[in-house]
Antibody, heavy 122, light 107 residues
Framework: QVQLVESGGGVVQPGRSLRLSCAASGMKFSSYGMHWVRQAPGKGLEWVAMTWFDGSNKHYADSVKGRFTISRDNSKNTLYLQMNSLRAEDTAVYYC???????????????WGPGTLVTVSS | EIVLTQSPATLSLSPGDRATLSCRASQSVTNFYVAWYQQKPGQAPRLLIYGASSRATGIPDRFSGSGSGTDFTLTISRLEPEDFAVYYCQQYGQLTTFGQGTKVEFK
C-alpha cells in the first residue's frame, strides 16, 4: 500500500538550515505531484510548497518563498524540503502529501505521511 | 488569497447526532474546488470529500458535502464515536488554502 514517511526533523537554532526528506513507496512516485503541508503546534494546516511530477514546476507559499526549496529525486522515490534562514514561526509538524491523481495536478491530497516535527529555538 | 472561515469553532454533540459544519470563502471558489479533511490527535489529516461533494475512497456515506460559490457544508448524518475529531476545509481553485478547523467534541 502507499506509504509516505518523513524524516529529518529536529531542533534547530533560528537562522540555521534543515533538510527534510519524504520516502514514498507503494506508488509510482514519478507520476504524482507532491506537496509539503505544515501545522504549528495547536494550530491549523498551512500549505508550504509543491512540485510537479518531474520537478519542472514548483510553487511556494509567500511565508517561505526565497527561504525554502522543494525538490525530488524520482530515482530514489524521495521528496525533499530544504529549509534555510529558519524562524521561530517555522516551528511545526511538516507533512508530505500526495496530489490525488496520477498525471494531473489538482492541489488536494489523498495520502499523507505521519509528519516530522521541526522546532526552531535558541 | 482566498480566506476560508469555518464555523462553528467547536461543535458539542452526542453519538447519533447530525453534525453540520460550515466553510465560507472570501471569494467564489472555482469549479466547486473544495475538499474536507478529518484529523484526529497525533495523526495526519485524512481526505473525506473533494469537488465539494464527492466522497474519497473508503469514506462512509454518512459523510456528505455540498455547496457552491462561497458557501460549503460538510454534514455527518449520524455521528459515530470515531467521528469526534477536527475537520478542515480546503479550497484548491486558486493555489490552495485551508480553513482554521472545526472541532467536533463529545457533549
Amino acid at each position: 500500500q502507499v506509504q509516505l514517511v518523513e524524516s529529518g526533523g529536529g531542533v534547530v537554532q533560528p537562522g540555521r538550515s534543515l533538510r527534510l526528506s519524504c520516502a514514498a513507496s507503494g506508488m509510482k512516485f514519478s507520476s504524482y505531484g507532491m506537496h509539503w503541508v505544515r501545522q504549528a503546534p495547536g494550530k491549523g494546516l498551512e500549505w508550504v510548497a509543491m512540485t510537479w511530477f518531474d520537478g519542472s514546476n514548483k510553487h511556494y507559499a509567500d511565508s517561505v518563498k526565497g527561504r525554502f526549496t522543494i525538490s525530488r529525486d524520482n530515482s530514489k522515490n524521495t521528496l525533499y524540503l530544504q529549509m534555510n534562514s529558519l524562524r521561530a514561526e517555522d516551528t511545526a509538524v511538516y507533512y508530505c502529501a500526495r496530489d490525488t491523481q496520477r498525471g494531473f495536478i489538482y492541489w488536494y491530497f489523498d495520502r499523507w505521511g505521519p509528519g516530522t516535527l521541526v522546532t526552531v529555538s535558541s | 488569497e482566498i480566506v476560508l472561515t469555518q464555523s462553528p469553532a467547536t461543535l458539542s454533540l452526542s453519538p447519533g447526532d447530525r453534525a453540520t459544519l460550515s466553510c465560507r470563502a472570501s471569494q467564489s471558489v472555482t469549479n466547486f474546488y473544495v475538499a474536507w479533511y478529518q484529523q484526529k490527535p497525533g495523526q495526519a489529516p485524512r481526505l473525506l470529500i473533494y469537488g465539494a461533494s464527492s466522497r474519497a475512497t473508503g469514506i462512509p456515506d454518512r459523510f456528505s458535502g455540498s455547496g457552491s460559490g462561497t458557501d460549503f457544508t460538510l454534514t455527518i448524518s449520524r455521528l459515530e464515536p470515531e467521528d469526534f475529531a477536527v475537520y478542515y476545509c480546503q479550497q484548491y481553485g486558486q493555489l490552495t488554502t485551508f480553513g482554521q478547523g472545526t472541532k467536533v467534541e463529545f457533549k
